[in-house]
């Protein structure tokens, strides 16, 4: 049985992830932040566990709690907007901090302690981003925070990749999808976007590795 690890699953895509490998018959390791959450995947057949990913003691446990595990694939799906501006608006201190401690310090302490773990299965390494971290291809400047964290994300998954032994590290762009966070005017329901990331990250060759990619389309993109 193939085993996955899912963090960030209390809702949208990570929920959506963690329910559609569990129905294909993965043992699905998830987490939350709320016992509510961690009950609902559950009772959705994953073995869940607590972890905010802005607790160094959470992001620590989570090492002690995964020991000796072998990972066929580990998401980081955990990830915050910020605030939804359309211009310069620069950031307070504390919403700064936030978006960065969520979006980019917890992948800086979670990534280099699940490498060993996909490595040992020769699995996938997965790291949620967003078109919006492409500097090339950036055309405005609306949710600037944002696209900042998941830019320095991308920066962090390149350079966790060249640590790899045997895993295949990527960053995805999700899609934009019908979640707490996309909005009723996303493109696609998260069922059928989740479906066509899962696609995605079956077909990811060595390839892919360390690579920025569309994974509804399965397209790389440009950094």
Known sequence: MATALIIGASRGIGAELAKQYV????????????DADLQSLRQAGCEAFKLDVTSLTDCAGAGWH???????????????????TSGLQA?????FDR?????????????????PMTDAAAGKLIAVSSVMA?????????GWLYRASKAALNSVLRDVSLQA???????????????????AGADLEVSEGVRAIRRTIAALTPADHGQFIDAIHHQPLRW
């Open 23 to 34: 129905a294909d018959g993965w043992r699905v390791l998830a987490t939350a932040r709320t």
């Open 134 to 142: 492409s500097i090339e291809m950036r055309e405005n400047s609306a």
């Open 99 to 115: 978006v960065m401690q969520t979006n980019v310090l917890a992948a800086m302490r979670l990534l280099p302690i699940l490498l």
């Open 66 to 84: 995964l020991d000796d595990e072998k990972l066929d694939l580990a998401i980081l799906n955990a990830g915050i907007y910020g605030p939804h």
């Open 165 to 183: 032994k045997s895993s295949i590290c990527t960053a995805i762009h999700p899609g934009w999808l019908k979640t707490d966070m996309g909005g």
């Open 91 to 95: 950031p307070d201190q504390q919403t």
